[in-house]
């Protein structure tokens, strides 16, 4: 599960750096424009902020829907996630605890049972004197 999670970062981060590597070059062509004359500073200035706005947005929707086909294809292999796995551990504390309790209760109501066993032996052997 964890080498595929690693998988689904790797391609993340892959698309995250390519995106930069463009954002780079492209800040490199609208300096040379703005060298060139051909568009202003502020024209600039705009492109490149409204280009680093419109990857952030589309990172974050490929992040979504990698995360839905990731959640799909878990549902469709019928493999545990980790919240499934933690709502079990949750259970499984749960019963454990209530096992706990329930050992050192009928413990008790042993010792009070084998106390009035013993106590009633000594009662009878003391009739018996």
Not at 41 to 57: L, Q
């Amino acid at each position: 599960m964890e080498k595929f999670e690693d998988l689904i970062k790797k391609i993340v981060y892959t698309g995250v750096g390519f995106v930069s590597l463009t954002a780079e070059k492209m800040k490199k062509t609208i300096d040379n424009l703005v060298e060139d004359g051909k568009i202003s500073a502020d024209e600039g200035k705009k492109i490149i902020k409204d280009f680093k706005k419109n990857a952030d947005t589309k990172k974050d929707e490929l992040e979504d829907e990698l995360k839905k086909i990731v959640e799909k294809t878990f549902k469709t292999l019928n493999i545990a996630t980790k919240d499934d796995l933690e709502k079990l551990e949750n259970r499984i504390s749960l019963l454990e605890s209530m096992l706990l309790k329930g050992k050192s209760k009928k413990g008790k109501d042993s010792d009070k049972e084998s106390d009035k066993a013993s106590g009633s032996k000594k009662d009878s052997k003391k009739d018996k004197k």
